[in-house]
């Protein structure tokens, strides 16, 4: 288990020899996210992190469980010095205070309305060589388990001439997820895991890529979910667990049920809030 150091804050090297000066924004941002993995004391199990390329475009494609899963995905990529432009909603963009570190930080801004300028952003960013993050199941799982991929990422990898890092990430939505309230606890344990690139054959469609890749992001994350070290507390802890082993969690089934329910508009009315805001405000209240 790694767990972030005061050492590696201040570490002149977590970049590499030379980084970019024009990545000084991100860099302060993942020293700033480093203090806050040190102060909440998070438990981390990285592995498969020389899967990521050291040079040249990727497109790491991962599950989605918690508001955090970014920044548990950056981690696995500070090994190989690489830093992930993120595909985010262009809402996040938008915000007064995460938008100008989101434009620093070059992530992608995706608006469902018009989803092919997003798409030819990262297509133009693979083919310059950046590693793009991408949750192809679009929101969050209810369920915990891989949902539908979209074909984006695997139309992606084609058009570009990329690889495909299929990722599981798996312990972030203990302190924050769809549907539940944050709960800043210490000491979570987090898994991230990176699988071997999946290359598109000569001439393969991007559906064929896709199945791949789905198959691969699900061993990971049965492998995330056999190898983690914590088991719910009790029988009022089992929400965090998928209904297969024996969580109280949605089934998939009954998860994609409740997603088109919201997503035809018959869903409660409830203000959205950010996971900034939700954080802030329980800052505030203590």
Excluded at 1 to 14: E, G, K, N, P
Excluded at 120 to 132: F, I, P, Q, Y
Excluded at 146 to 153: F, H, M, N, R
């Amino acid at each position: 288990m790694y767990t972030a150091s005061w050492r590696d804050v201040v570490r002149r090297d977590l970049f590499g020899p030379s980084p970019d000066p024009r990545d000084k924004p991100y860099r302060f941002v993942i020293r700033v996210v480093l203090v806050l993995f040190k102060a909440f004391g998070f438990r981390f199990d990285v592995r498969g992190s020389e899967h990521v390329p050291v040079t040249g475009g990727a497109i790491i494609s991962s599950n989605h469980v918690s508001f955090f899963d970014f920044m548990f995905l950056g981690l696995g990529a500070l090994p190989q010095h690489r830093l992930v432009r993120f595909m985010a909603k262009s809402g996040v963009f938008e915000h007064w205070f995460a938008g100008p570190f989101m434009r620093a930080m070059q992530h992608i801004p995706v608006d469902r309305k018009a989803g092919a300028a997003a798409f030819e952003s990262a297509v133009r960013a693979l083919k310059d060589g950046e590693v793009v993050g991408v949750f192809p199941e679009a929101t969050i799982s209810t369920s915990f388990t891989v949902k539908d991929l979209k074909a984006g990422a695997a139309r992606m990898a084609v058009d570009a001439g990329v690889p495909i890092i299929p990722a599981a990430v798996w312990g972030g939505h203990r302190i924050a997820t769809k549907g539940h309230k944050v709960v800043l606890r210490r000491r979570v344990p987090v898994t991230v895991l990176l699988g071997e690139p999946i290359v598109a054959e000569p001439g393969e469609k991007a559906q064929s890529l896709l199945r791949r890749t789905r198959a691969a992001m699900e061993t990971l994350l049965d492998e995330a979910h056999r190898s983690y070290p914590d088991q719910p507390a009790g029988p009022d802890d089992r929400w965090w667990l998928p209904a297969h082993l024996g969580g109280t969690a949605p089934t998939p089934e009954e998860a994609a049920a409740a997603d088109a329910v919201r997503a035809a508009g018959h869903g409660p009315k409830t203000p959205k809030k950010s996971p900034l805001a939700r954080i802030t405000g329980l800052v505030r209240r203590r």
